[in-house]
């Protein structure tokens, strides 16, 4: 049985493009800068202010991927950082240690800041990514009561 190697070239004969080389062939590579320019003390500068380059994956959406998305109840948080630091996606605003809200183009709907969240009841809850959010805050939870043991 011919073994299956990755020099043989298998995609581009089947795209019909023998002038090209397979990945594993490439012998240059390119530079996708983030920025347009130099950025200087980048980390100082808010993200939506920031110059990214069309290559930066800030600049697309991935809104569309989501089947649920996270609210927030601002009256309920107690600006722990918490959903700020977890956020697998940067997905959470914050400004000077202030929740500030959730970065729909970008959040992915994973529900990771509302298991993180600690308040009684949870700041951040998922719903279904078509709840308007006022329909959702108006369905939040009561304070659970502590069990008596
Ligand atoms: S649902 Fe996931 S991606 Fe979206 S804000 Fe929460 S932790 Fe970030
Ligand atoms: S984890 Fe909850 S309480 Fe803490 S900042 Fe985020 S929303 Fe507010």
Redesign the pocket.
Known sequence: MKGVLPTDRRGVRELGAEDLVGWDEVTHGVVLNSFDGIVEDVAQVAPEERPYSDFNSYTATVASWRVI??VYNRDICIDCQN?WV???????ISRDKQMLG??YD?????????EVCPTNPKS?L?FAEAQEPEDALAKWPEKKKKEKK
């Open positions: 998305k996270p959903c977890w956020c697998p996606d940067t997905s959470i959730i970065d970008h959040c992915k709907g994973c529900g990771v800041c509302v951040l998922m």
